[in-house]
């Protein structure tokens, strides 16, 4: 196998003053990415904001013999994106690469959340991805080469009590995603989500002793396979923790099929509804809708 490297290749890694973020933008300068490191340099909450985070990365990647710009635009408005955006295109030209991973947390459980914690992080995790992916993919688009990492978290593919506001953002992404893998796909451009677990500042007090193994640069090789040049699958989710990665994938149970429906059908057969066996895990939704036609003619021909 060869070498994955970035030939230099632009990366814009949001959030990438400390934890994850910075991670990635070291493995990936260490392939030969030329890096914005992207940081507002504010709290787990978001609250605040400090230029030092990630122009210390910057001095990192430099040591190395690596090249880096700083920024510290929020990636949570629409100008902030453009400004990130910009920050490559005068520094390097252009750009290759997107890391959507900054991110705040405001947990509170469901009835217990005010309109600006929900607010708060759908702008920095969803639309912020938004934000920043959407001036690079023009780029990307145009050149016909684009990869596109989105950080999302078991919190939302799974769920987690108290995350509400962070979870349907986290899932947002994966939808984000499975649309921009498809819209993408002629022009060259693959987007795929992470869905990591690693010890940093967010997550300090939950892993008890276990926290020791799930070192945050054991996500970075992931992010720097899904964007590279190498990297064969777009509209996929991964996770990744502690040096396990694993796909998480969206499956269809074959299902029960009966034209004349009524509620209390639903309810007699759930378990043949619910029922995983013999599942698919269709690519996209014209995948679903030739699964449904194919049912209905199916049965109209016998
Ligand atoms: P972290 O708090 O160290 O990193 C998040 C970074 O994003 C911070 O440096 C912060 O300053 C930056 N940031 C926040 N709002 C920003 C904004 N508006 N604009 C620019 N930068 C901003 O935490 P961690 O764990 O490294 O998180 C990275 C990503 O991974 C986040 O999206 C998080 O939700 C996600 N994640 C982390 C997990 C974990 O186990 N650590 C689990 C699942 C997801």
Do not use: W
């Amino acid at each position: 196998m060869a070498d994955i490297g970035f030939d230099g290749k632009v990366a814009i890694i949001t959030g990438a003053g400390g934890g994850l973020g910075r991670e990635h933008a070291l493995e990936l300068a260490r392939r030969g990415a030329r890096i914005v490191v992207n940081d507002l340099g504010g709290s787990v909450s978001g609250d605040g904001g400090d230029v030092g985070p990630a122009q210390a990365v910057v001095q990192e990647i430099v040591a190395l013999g690596g090249e880096a710009v700083a920024d510290t635009n929020s990636v949570a408005t629409p100008e902030g994106g453009e400004a990130i955006v910009k920050s490559a295109v005068d520094a390097f030209g252009t750009v290759d690469i997107v890391v959507n991973n900054a991110g705040i947390l405001r947990d509170k459980s469901f009835q217990n959340l005010d309109q600006a914690m929900i607010e708060a992080v759908i702008q920095v995790h969803l639309l912020g991805a938004f934000y920043v992916t959407q001036p690079a993919y023009r780029i990307m688009r145009e050149k016909g080469y684009g990869r596109i990492v989105s950080t999302s978290s078991n919190s939302g593919i799974l769920g987690n009590f108290g995350q509400s506001n962070y979870g349907a953002a986290k899932m947002g992404l994966v939808g984000l995603t499975r649309v921009l893998a498809i819209e993408g796909r002629k022009h060259n451009i693959k987007a795929n989500a992470i869905a990591p677990v690693a010890l940093t500042r967010m997550t300090e007090d939950m892993f008890g002793d276990v926290g020791q193994a799930l070192d945050p640069g054991l996500v970075s090789p992931l992010v720097a396979y899904l964007s590279s040049e190498a990297c064969e699958v777009s509209g996929e989710v991964y996770s990744a923790a502690g040096g396990i990665i694993s796909r998480f994938f969206i499956g269809l149970t074959p299902g029960y099929y009966n034209p004349k429906l009524t509620a209390e059908d639903i309810a007699e057969n759930l378990a043949e509804i619910r029922d995983d066996a013999g599942y698919t895990v269709p690519r996209d939704n014209n995948d679903e809708i030739k699964k449904i036609v194919s049912t209905i003619q199916g049965a109209d021909e016998g």
